[in-house]
């Protein structure tokens, strides 16, 4: 099943992200796909600081990997963007990060293909008008979780 939201902007974006952390395992794998810009890690900001991650968030474009650690949970966040062959994935260790009792989360995963196992769960953003559509696979998420969670109806479009 594919859950569909739409959304206004980045602050919506970051408070979707915020929203979402409850209803992942602590231990799950997540693609997150879309163009440049399409609000990957605005999602992930959003995550990461409902789980309590404090100071600067930023893409881990140029570091492949950021790592973070918040009220007894680790949460790995990848940007595969800059990678040239996935078997490079091999030389940071992956089967490492992934094995680990952790939150996996990964920007441009095609780039990992035939190295990167299968996700748990699906996110794709991408533009739509003014705004944005985010669509999730791999988790049931009630169609009101943002109304509940984020206390602010109107991050909906």
């Known amino acids: 099943m594919i859950n569909e939201f739409h959304l206004e902007d980045n602050a919506a974006t970051e408070q979707f992200g915020a929203a979402l952390l409850p209803y992942l395992p602590e231990k799950s794998l997540i693609f997150l796909y879309g163009e440049l810009g399409a609000g990957k890690t605005t999602l992930v900001r959003g995550l990461l600081r409902s789980a309590g991650v404090t100071g600067t968030i930023k893409s881990p474009t140029y570091a492949v990997i950021e790592e973070y650690s918040a009220h007894h949970r ?19 260790g992956i089967d490492d990060y992934l094995m680990q009792s952790a939150l996996c989360l990964i920007e441009w995963p095609c780039k990992g293909k035939g190295v990167l196992p299968q ?39």
């Open 74 to 92: 680790k949460i790995f966040h990848f940007d595969l963007y800059r990678l040239a062959d996935s078997q490079e994935l091999e030389w940071i």
């Open 119 to 157: 996700a748990d769960i699906n996110i794709t953003l991408s533009h739509q008008n003014d705004g944005r559509l985010i669509q999730i696979s791999g988790i049931e998420i009630p169609n009101n979780f943002l109304m509940r969670a984020c206390k602010n109806n109107n991050i909906l479009v």
